[in-house]
């Protein structure tokens, strides 16, 4: 069974400094992997996927992450954070065959200070 | 373009009360999928359609139950609500294209008392 794990429940960044989101995930072949931002009130919104390829993924937002197979990771980046990226963060990864049925982690609040 | 629309927004139930929440979208994708989401938890699947016509059962199915007449709408059933179902329900819908983006509602926040 798949199942993924966020280890950092909360994350406080100052504005213009980087951040890093840690996800590791479990899975026995190379899962499809997601990142999604949920702002306060809001749906969830696609900051980039995984797929296969290129291990280093950019997404929207000046976002990116990196797929390392051996670390069985996918962790967030952002070389500098914005007041805007205050929200909650979620690590998803999906099966190949039905990658809309989605396991989460159970997100990693950010609050951006000043 | 609305996207995915869900209601209500928010609602107070009475335990053993049958509650609908609805979920329509105007993107004609296949897929729908409803989530729930607690504190903590992240989100779980309930249930899902690949198509209208069928559906499928997620990971926490148990006390819903879901139809999928036609492509746009996918509304979520709770036959007799309880105080564990309190929750944050969020619909989405996926099309069958290279991206497998899920598109996501702005939820419908559960309080069963």
């Known amino acids: 069974a798949q199942s993924v794990t966020q280890p950092d429940i909360h994350i406080t960044v100052s504005e213009g400094a980087s951040l890093e989101l840690r996800c590791n995930y479990s899975y026995g072949a190379t899962p499809y992997l997601f990142w999604y931002v949920q702002s306060p009130g809001q749906g969830l919104q696609l900051l980039l996927k995984y797929f296969s390829g290129d291990t280093l993924v950019q997404g929207i937002k000046g976002f990116e992450a990196e797929f390392k197979r051996s670390q069985s990771s996918f962790n967030l980046r952002k070389p500098s954070v914005h007041w805007s990226d205050a929200a909650e963060y979620f690590c998803?990864?999906?099966?190949?065959?039905?990658?809309?049925?989605?396991?989460f982690g159970s997100g990693t609040q950010v609050v951006v200070t000043p | 373009i609305a996207g995915i629309t869900q209601a209500p927004t928010s609602q107070i139930l009475a335990a053993g009360r049958r509650m609908t929440l609805r979920c329509t979208q105007d993107m004609r994708h296949n897929a729908m999928y409803w989530y729930r989401q607690d504190l903590g938890l992240g989100l779980r699947l309930i249930h899902y359609?690949?198509?209208?016509?069928?559906?499928g059962k997620g990971e926490v199915p148990d006390g819903y139950s879901v139809s999928r007449a036609n492509t746009d709408d996918f509304p979520l059933t709770l036959a007799s609500a309880v105080p564990s179902q309190t929750s944050v329900y969020f619909c989405?819908?996926?099309?069958?294209?290279?991206?497998?983006?899920?598109?996501f509602g702005e939820g419908s926040r559960l309080t069963v008392l």
């Open positions: 359609s690949n198509t209208a016509g069928t559906t």
């Open positions: 998803a990864v999906g099966a190949p065959d039905s990658w809309g049925k989605l396991q």
């Open positions: 989405a819908s996926q099309s069958y294209s290279n991206t497998g983006e899920l598109f």
